[in-house]
């Protein structure tokens, strides 16, 4: 069964990067960030608020930021779904799904993409830091050879 926690969203708008915090719920809850799950400041949250709403992040536009939800003694772990990335606008993260026996998915180990031929230096740069194992094309032959 889902609780009201779960439905909390990070979103970034396309053209101006600027991120912002979507959340159903009620009760206090408080927000907490860093640039990597386990460098997350448990000190000092970077939003406090009751209830509902869609309240604005002062977040980096060019790194990924992964945050920690505290609300009524739930803790929700997420991140930004599509990648901080000009080229490529379509690069998600498939972490944060809810599976059929009630675990998630796991952020930053699996992501989907359109067509890549689009990335720029500073994307490739972004990519390289991840540490993508392995690349898996379903692409039809016509749609490679369309992009090389």
């Known amino acids: 069964m889902d609780t009201a926690i779960l439905k909390a969203q990070i979103i970034r708008d396309k053209y101006t990067k600027a991120a912002s915090f979507r959340l159903e719920t009620e009760g206090n809850w408080s927000l907490y960030a860093g640039d990597s799950f386990d460098s997350i400041n448990h000190k000092e949250p970077i939003l406090i608020g009751n209830g509902s709403g869609i309240y604005p992040l002062n977040v980096s536009t060019s790194i990924r930021i992964y945050f ?9 772990n997420m991140s930004e779904r599509h990648l901080p990335m000009e080229g490529c606008y379509n690069f ?11 675990r998630y998915t796991k952020w930053g180990k699996l992501f989907r993409a359109d067509e890549l031929s689009s990335l720029t230096e500073g994307d490739v740069a972004y ?22």
């Open 68 to 76: 920690e939800l505290h609300n009524n003694g739930e803790i929700l």
């Open 92 to 102: 998600r993260d498939l972490g944060g799904f809810k599976t059929k026996d009630g």
């Open 127 to 148: 990519l390289a830091s991840i540490p993508i194992i392995s690349v898996v094309d379903f692409r039809a032959q016509a749609e490679t050879k369309r992009y090389r």
